[in-house]
């Protein structure tokens, strides 16, 4: 089974503070894949991000930046010099070669930016 | 925009009736998936299918039922509705048959309440 946990539930920083959402994940299979999805207000889900498991660069676009590390599981967020637009949920999922290959999501994190 | 289309946007019906939302794939993707977001089972997924036929079933009650019709738009089928079921139903589509190698966009989603 595939699990993606997300222990930070809420997390509220003041604008162009630097913010870091945490995201660990738990698969047996050796090929799989790492998304963040936003979620405003409004409650789309925006497609930021995917990365595969044999590429552990990592990535950075504008203020957004992530760190892949195999070693520990994990898929972490970055968002330097936070805006208030940046208050959103935002959910890491996982999708694997394997048996589950839908997306399993974890549990989000409401990141709230103050004026 | 995603360009994943869903139908209706809000939807308020009585318990013990019958739903039906729509979703219209981005160009060119032949997978579709549904999930449902509660606030206590977060991002759930329910069924996928894949140039017509069903691929992958999760968490999907026996009351719900989908298909996907030969212009690859979906229908998701809620029946029997009970207040448990208010939530928000996700549509999304990838170019392919597996979640894995491909991004899987979301629609903007369908809120149902039922009361």
């Known amino acids: 089974a595939q699990k993606v946990t997300q222990a930070q539930t809420e997390i509220s920083v003041v604008e162009k503070e630097d913010v870091t959402l945490d995201c660990v994940y738990e698969?047996?299979?050796?090929?799989?894949?790492l998304f963040w999805y936003k979620q405003p207000p409004s409650g789309e889900l925006v497609f930021l991000i995917r990365?595969?498991?044999?590429?552990?660069q990592n990535e950075i676009s504008g203020r957004y930046s992530w760190n892949f590390q195999k070693s520990t599981s994990s898929f972490n967020f970055t968002i330097t010099a936070s805006q208030v637009v940046d208050s959103a949920v935002y959910f890491c999922?996982?999708?694997?070669?394997?048996?589950?290959?839908?997306?399993?999501f974890g549990s989000g994190t409401q990141l709230t930016v103050l004026p | 925009d995603s360009g994943v289309t869903q139908t209706p946007k809000h939807l308020i019906t009585a318990t013990g009736q019958r739903v039906t939302l729509r979703c219209s794939p981005r160009?060119?993707?032949?997978?579709v998936y549904w999930y449902q977001q509660s606030l206590d089972q977060g991002l759930q997924f329910l069924i996928q299918?894949?140039?017509?036929?069903?691929?992958a079933k999760g968490n999907i009650l026996e009351r719900f039922s989908a298909q996907q019709f030969p212009d690859l738009h979906s229908e998701l089928n809620l029946s029997s509705l009970e207040l448990g079921d208010s939530a928000l139903y996700f549509c999304?589509?990838?170019?392919?048959?597996?979640?894995?190698?491909?991004?899987?966009?979301f629609g903007e989603g369908s809120w149902l309440t039922v009361v």
């Open positions: 299918y894949y140039n017509g036929e069903e691929r």
């Open positions: 999304a589509s990838s170019v392919s048959g597996t979640a894995s190698g491909n991004t899987i966009y």
């Open positions: 990365r595969n498991s044999f590429d552990e």
């Open positions: 698969t047996r299979d050796t090929t799989y894949y």
């Open positions: 999922a996982l999708s694997s070669s394997g048996s589950a290959r839908q997306l399993t």
């Open positions: 160009s060119g993707d032949l997978s």
